[in-house]
C-alpha cells in the first residue's frame, strides 16, 4: 500500500532563513505528488505538483520541489521564508491504480520566528 | 479559476440532530469529490470519494449510513451527518476534481455536536 510519511513535526525557522520540508513516499511506481499548504482553519491550497518530466518543480510563493526517485523523496524548499509562511505544509500522494484519492502525510506545522 | 465553497463554514448542532454541509465548484464542473475529515493538528482522512450520478464510495472504516454523500450535480455534493454525536465533531474538507489528480479544495466546514 502506498503511504506518505513527513518526518519533521514540527519545524521552526528565522524569518529569512531557507526552508526545507521532507517527504517520502512508498509506491511500486512513480506517483503524482503534491504540497499543499493549510493556514489555520482554512482549506488547502496546491503550493506545487509533479506528475513528470523535470524533477525540479517550481511552485507559487517561492516554493520548489525536487523529486528524487533514488530516494523516494519530494522535498519542498524555499530560499528565504517569510513570516506569512507560517502554516501547516501537507504533502500528499496520488497513484495511478487507486483513482484520484490522494494520500496525505501527517503534516508539518512551521513556525517562523523574527 | 478553480474555485469551491463550502456551506456552512461553521455549524453547532446538538446531539441527534441532522446536518447538511453542501460543496460547490463554482467555476468548474466537478466529476469527481472527495469528502475528507481532519481532527485538530492531524492530517486529511478521506472519508469518501463521489462521482456525478453515482453512489459514493467510501473507505474503509467510515459509516455509510451516518455520512450521507450525494453529488446530484457536477457542481454540487452534499455531506449529511446524520444523528450526530460529539465524536461527530471535526473539521469536514470537500475537494473537486475534473477527472484528473489535481484536486481544488473548499475552506472547509468546522462542525461542532453538543
Known amino acids: 500500500a502506498q503511504s506518505v510519511t513527513q518526518p519533521d513535526i514540527h519545524i521552526t525557522v528565522s524569518e529569512g532563513a531557507s526552508l526545507e520540508l521532507r517527504c517520502n513516499y512508498s509506491?511500486?511506481?512513480?506517483?503524482?505528488l503534491f504540497w499543499y499548504v493549510q493556514s489555520p482553519g482554512q482549506g488547502l491550497q496546491l503550493l506545487l505538483k509533479y506528475f513528470s518530466g523535470d524533477t525540479l518543480v517550481q511552485g507559487i510563493k517561492g516554493f520548489e520541489a525536487e523529486f528524487k526517485r533514488s530516494q523516494s523523496s519530494f522535498n519542498l524548499r524555499k530560499p528565504s521564508v517569510h513570516w506569512s509562511d507560517a502554516a501547516e505544509y501537507f504533502c500528499a500522494v496520488g497513484a495511478p491504480d487507486s483513482g484520484y484519492a490522494l494520500n496525505f502525510g501527517k503534516g508539518t506545522s512551521l513556525l517562523v520566528t523574527p | 479559476g478553480a474555485v469551491v465553497s463550502q456551506h456552512p463554514s461553521w455549524v453547532i448542532c446538538k446531539s441527534g440532530t441532522s446536518v447538511k454541509i453542501e460543496c460547490r465548484s463554482l467555476d468548474f464542473q466537478a466529476t469527481t469529490m472527495f469528502w475528507y475529515r481532519q481532527f485538530p493538528k492531524q492530517s486529511l482522512m478521506l472519508m469518501a470519494t463521489?462521482?456525478?450520478?453515482?453512489?459514493?464510495?467510501?473507505e474503509q472504516g467510515v459509516e455509510k449510513d451516518k455520512f450521507l454523500i450525494n453529488h446530484a450535480s457536477l457542481t454540487l455534493s452534499t455531506l449529511t451527518v446524520t444523528s450526530a454525536h460529539p465524536e461527530d465533531s471535526s473539521f469536514y474538507i470537500c475537494s473537486a476534481s475534473t477527472g484528473e489528480y489535481e484536486q481544488y479544495f473548499g475552506p472547509g466546514t468546522r462542525l461542532t455536536v453538543t
Open positions: 463521489s462521482n456525478e450520478g453515482s453512489k459514493a464510495t467510501y
Open positions: 509506491y511500486g511506481a512513480t506517483p503524482y
